[in-house]
């Protein structure tokens, strides 16, 4: 069965741009959510997706976005970058068959903002 | 409101030798959910170990086991007969107990541990 999938894994973008980052889950998963990854901050919570709805959201401003598709496939979106956006994007899926599902993990994109 | 606490930035162990990372959580919830996530230069997150907080017993997973003392609020992990591919971070989680419900953790800021030859 293949993992997670994000794509791409390295992003360089300049202050004011916006980026969308991709994610696609294990099949037959239908839950995604979503992580930033900083030295600073560490690993903060962005937001979860199920069933093509957000089911919850991070402490992030509303530059920060995303969405489902009907497929479970998620796409994440960063609108007018700035510097302190520079980090690393995990993306998780999970099955939800029961409590708690464990979470599986992509390899990240690194996005570097200049 | 969770919060998550490792204390050690860095530990280092010789290989074969047993070594422990220390975690301490803060929450509101009732029932929740630890985690160690350990996380590779590859930069993929793989889970290590999880532990029901309403089980006593401590979750073990071959060389990994923890210690889990609820009232204390701790949660270490124990790593023996360490091997050189444990270098990685290791980061303690935490995630409030829901069926079908948010998957959101909250981390702490992780333990970076060498495994030395």
């Known amino acids: 069965k293949a993992g997670v999938t994000q794509t791409p894994r390295y992003l360089i973008k300049t202050r004011g741009q916006q980026v969308t980052l991709s994610c696609s889950p294990i099949?037959?998963?239908?839950?995604v959510s979503w992580y930033q990854q900083t030295p600073g901050q560490g690993l903060q919570f962005l937001f979860e997706?199920?069933?093509?709805?957000?089911?919850n959201k991070g402490n992030f401003p509303g530059r920060f976005s995303g969405r489902q598709f009907s497929n479970s496939r998620s796409e994440m979106n960063v609108s007018t970058l700035e510097l302190g956006d520079s980090a690393l994007y995990l993306c998780?899926?999970?099955?939800?068959?029961?409590?708690?599902?464990?979470?599986?993990f992509g390899n990240g994109t690194r996005l570097t903002v200049t | 409101a969770q919060t998550v606490t490792q204390s050690q930035p860095e530990m280092s162990v010789q290989e074969a030798e047993t070594v422990t990372l220390s975690c301490t959580y803060d929450?509101?919830?009732?029932?929740?959910?630890l985690f160690w996530y350990k996380q590779p230069p590859s930069r993929q997150m793989i889970l290590v170990i999880r532990?029901?907080?309403?089980?006593?017993q401590n979750a073990t997973e071959n060389r990994f086991s923890v210690n889990f003392q609820k009232a204390a609020k701790s949660f270490s992990l124990k790593i023996s007969d360490s091997q050189l591919g444990d270098a990685a971070m290791y980061f303690c989680?935490?995630?409030?107990?829901?069926?079908?419900?948010?998957?959101?953790?909250?981390f702490g800021k992780g333990t970076k541990l060498t495994v030395n030859p």
């Open positions: 929450t509101s919830e009732s029932d929740y959910y």
């Open positions: 998780a899926s999970s099955g939800r068959s029961s409590y708690n599902s464990p979470l599986h």
């Open positions: 989680a935490s995630s409030p107990l829901t069926q079908g419900g948010s998957e959101k953790l909250v």
């Open positions: 099949s037959g998963h239908r839950s």
């Open positions: 532990q029901e907080a309403y089980k006593q």
């Open positions: 997706y199920f069933s093509e709805t957000q089911r």
